[in-house]
Nanobody
Framework: QVRLAESGGGSAEAGGSKILSCGVSVPTTRFAFMAWFRQPPGKEREPVAAIRTETGGSYRNSERFTISQDKSEHTVYLQMDDLKPEDSAMYFC??????????????????WGQGTQVTVSS
């Protein structure tokens, strides 16, 4: 059974950094992509970053965020730097087995974690 579990959320001050982790119950290479999405209060879920698990190639919407993986630990990370209050959101880890639809399309991801809340104060 595939399970994704996010951790590392919490409070941060503007300008600070945070690292989120996504532990996966199976090898990350089982998936074509693993990604981070976020959903601010009252808004739609939006893509943050994604990684091709086989090659390590990555995509992101902001240079302040960096996605990486540790294949041996079955873990994907999201390094968030220079945090801003508008980064406050529930952050979700997601995975998909097929390379279809681009890296940021929410509906193409099959597996999701429960999310971890990040709150950035000014």
């Amino acid at each position: 059974q595939v399970r994704l579990a996010e951790s590392g959320g919490g409070s941060a001050e503007a300008g600070g950094s945070k690292i989120l982790s996504c532990g996966v119950s199976v090898p990350t290479t089982r998936f074509a992509f693993m990604a981070w999405f976020r959903q601010p209060p009252g808004k739609e879920r939006e893509p943050v970053a994604a990684i091709r698990t086989e090659t390590g190639g990555s995509y992101r919407n902001s240079e302040r965020f960096t996605i990486s993986q540790d294949k041996s630990e079955h873990t994907v990370y999201l390094q968030m730097d220079d945090l801003k209050p508008e980064d406050s959101a529930m952050y979700f880890c997601a995975a998909k087995t097929q390379d279809r639809g681009g890296w940021g399309q929410t509906q193409t991801y099959t597996f999701w974690g429960q999310g971890t809340q990040v709150t950035v104060s000014s």
